[in-house]
C-alpha cells in the first residue's frame, strides 16, 4: 500500500508540473506559428532593404518596392485565403545585412522581402523560401582602373556591404588567399558603391545582379563595369521564422505556383528587363541560366 501511494503522489506532482509548464510551451509555440500571429493581429511586417534595386528599394514616394516586395504581396493573397480574413495590413521594417536575421529570428519582421542568400549555415537560424533568383558573386570597379581580375586586387581597398559574404568569398578564392587587400565595410549596398564612387575602395564585391542595379541608378553609369571571375553562383530567397512547419508549406506552394505557371519568368521581366521606378531605369539584366534552374526546379535546399 505505502508503494501505491508514492506512485500516485509522484503520477499527480508530473501532471502538475505538465500543466504548470503548458501555458509556456503554447506562448513558445505561437511565436513561431506566423499564421497564427497574423490571424490575432490582422497584420504582417515585410523586412525590406532600402537599396536593394530591383529586389527591394524605396520609390520615389519612399514607398517599398520590387520583385522581392512583389513575391511577398502574393504571398499575403494566400495567407488572406488561407485564414479567411478579407484584409491583412502590410507593415514595413526597413532591414540591413547586419540585422536582417535577428529581425526575423525575435518576430519583428514576419518575412524578409529583400535579397538574402540562402545558405546551410544560416539555415540553422531561420526559413527559407524556394530560390528566388540565383547569380554569380563578381565585383564592380571603374572602367578605367585596369582591374580586371581579383589578382588585379593587389595592395586595393575593397569595398563590401556589412553583413554579406562577400569578403569571406574573395579571401577563399584561389586568387584572393595571398593578397594584401583592406576591407572596408558600407552599411549598405548604396554606401559601398559610394565608396568605389568617390574613390576610397578601387572594388565592390558583391552579386553580380545587385551591381548591376548600382551602376543603373549611378549618375555616370559608363563609368563602371562589373567584372573578374565569379567568387561563386548563389541563390536568393525569401526570409522567415524557422521550426513553423505551416507558414513554410504556404510560402512554398505560392512561390513554387508562381514558377510553374509563368508568372515569376513575367514578374522578373518586369523588375530586370524593364523601366522601374523611380527614374525608370531599366537594369537590364537578362534572366540567366542558373535562375531558368531554378524556376524548373524550385529548391530551398541552400548552398
Not at 525590406?48 to 514616394?61: A, M, Q, V
Not at 511577398?72 to 536575421?101: D, F, G, H, W
Not at 586595393?156 to 553583413?163: E, L, Y
Request: hydrophobic residues 40%.
Amino acid at each position: 500500500m505505502p508503494k501505491l501511494r508514492l506512485q500516485i503522489s509522484f503520477g499527480a506532482a508530473a501532471l502538475a508540473v505538465a500543466c504548470t509548464l503548458s501555458p509556456f510551451a503554447a506562448a513558445h509555440a505561437q511565436e513561431n506559428d506566423t499564421l497564427a500571429k497574423i490571424k490575432a493581429s490582422g497584420a504582417i511586417t515585410f523586412g525590406y532593404r532600402e537599396s536593394s534595386f530591383g529586389f527591394s528599394y524605396l520609390d520615389g514616394n519612399l514607398k517599398p518596392v520590387g520583385y522581392s516586395i512583389e513575391i511577398c504581396n502574393r504571398i499575403v493573397e494566400a495567407v488572406k485565403t488561407e485564414l479567411k480574413l478579407p484584409a491583412i495590413e502590410i507593415k514595413y521594417q526597413a532591414v540591413t545585412s547586419a540585422n536582417r536575421m535577428p529581425l526575423v529570428q525575435n518576430g519583428t519582421v514576419d518575412i524578409e522581402c529583400g535579397s538574402t542568400t540562402n545558405l546551410v549555415e544560416r539555415q540553422k537560424q531561420v526559413a527559407f523560401s524556394p530560390d528566388i533568383f540565383r547569380y554569380n558573386v563578381r565585383m564592380l570597379v571603374k572602367a578605367g582602373s585596369g582591374i580586371r581580375s581579383i589578382a588585379d586586387l593587389q595592395g586595393k581597398t575593397v569595398a563590401t556591404t556589412s553583413g554579406t559574404t562577400s569578403f569571406r568569398l574573395l579571401r577563399e578564392a584561389d586568387r584572393g588567399r595571398s593578397l594584401e587587400v583592406t576591407n572596408l565595410a558600407g552599411k549598405d549596398h548604396s554606401d559601398s558603391f559610394l565608396l568605389v564612387e568617390s574613390g576610397r575602395a578601387q572594388a565592390f564585391v558583391l552579386d553580380d545582379i545587385l551591381l548591376a542595379g548600382q551602376i543603373a541608378n549611378a549618375r555616370n553609369p559608363k563609368d563602371f563595369i562589373i567584372t573578374g571571375e565569379s567568387l561563386r553562383t548563389e541563390n536568393q530567397s525569401l526570409m522567415f521564422r524557422k521550426d513553423d512547419a505551416a507558414f513554410k508549406a504556404l510560402v512554398d506552394r505560392v512561390v513554387s505556383g508562381m514558377m510553374k505557371s509563368g508568372e515569376m519568368e513575367k514578374l522578373y521581366a518586369k523588375w530586370f528587363m524593364s523601366p522601374i521606378p523611380p527614374k525608370g531605369i531599366n537594369i537590364n539584366y537578362p534572366l540567366n541560366a542558373e535562375t531558368k534552374e531554378a524556376f524548373a526546379n524550385p529548391s530551398s535546399k541552400g548552398i
